[in-house]
């Protein structure tokens, strides 16, 4: 009996089967993702600021505790983003071509198609001191959600990067391939995105305080591990619309797959 239903289904329906289907699976993926950011907003907005003084010396009497201190960030050394050479102790650094790519259809007409392809994606951080007027503290920012701030949106060219050049055999095979299979691709033009955190800005960060030997320092730990060039009130707002656009996303996404699901489902 299913198998005769199924049979006798259109093809309007399977579509509206697969696109309810597709619609469920992304309404379960952003209430997910709703839920992670009222974490991250539970965690910023219960968390204590203290001092820098007072995060150390939690490290030998309350090691693993989650803390919350904000300071001025001084790299030691500091690394270098690639595209505007800014002193930071973390970047990401990313550069896409617009990838042309002419085919011949059936008709034999060449038709073209474009597309931004990521040709280059690089992130590094580097452990760094976090400092207040009571002092001192190092922050080891492995495993960290990185807040930064955005130095580059698009730019033109492929900026930090040296394009790969062809050799002269790779053109031959190239020149080969296009003429055998009718069709060819090539990056017309770059673009360059860069985000940073650079030293010498005031951070927040949250994370786990513990103690190496005599040393106190901030890492990632059994709570949320974040370092934001934002301050806590934008982190705030910033996960608090996540939460609720992920949220709402996701409800009507779910209904609207499942009722879309139901009418592909239903004969005719």
């Not at 009497?61 to 919350?68: K, N």
């Not at 992130?123 to 400092?131: A, D, G, K, N």
């Not at 934002?230 to 609207?256: C, D, F």
């Amino acid at each position: 009996m299913v198998v005769a239903v199924v049979a006798e289904m259109t093809t309007t329906q399977w579509a509206m089967l697969g696109i309810g289907g597709a619609l469920v699976v992304f309404g379960v993926v952003a209430l997910i993702l709703g839920t992670r950011s009222r974490g991250k907003l539970r965690a910023v907005s219960g968390t204590s600021t203290m001092s820098v003084a007072q995060a150390a010396a939690a490290a030998g009497t309350l090691a693993g505790s989650q803390v919350e201190i904000k300071g001025t960030a001084e790299g030691q050394p500091p690394l270098t983003s690639p595209a505007t050479n800014t002193p930071c102790l973390y970047f990401k650094h990313k550069v896409e071509g617009l990838n042309v790519r002419m085919e011949r259809d059936v008709d034999g007409t060449m038709q073209q198609h474009q597309d931004w392809d990521v040709v280059y994606e690089e992130e590094r951080s580097t452990p760094f001191v976090l400092r207040d007027s009571s002092g001192s503290i190092w922050v080891m920012p492995e495993g960290a959600e990185f807040v930064p701030e955005r130095t580059l949106k698009n730019a033109q060219g492929a900026l930090g990067y040296s394009i790969p050049q062809q050799t002269v055999g790779q053109k031959v095979l190239d020149t080969v391939a296009t003429v055998l299979t009718s069709q060819y691709d090539f990056y017309s033009r770059y673009r360059t995105s860069e985000w940073v955190i650079p030293v010498g800005r005031p951070l927040y960060v949250l994370g786990s305080v513990q103690r190496d030997g005599e040393q106190a320092r901030v890492a990632a730990g059994g709570g949320k591990f974040i370092i934001s060039a934002k301050s806590e009130e934008e982190l705030s707002r910033k996960y608090r619309l996540s939460s609720a656009l992920w949220t709402v996303s996701g409800i009507l996404s779910l209904a609207g797959g499942a009722v879309l699901a139901a009418l592909g489902a239903l004969k005719k």
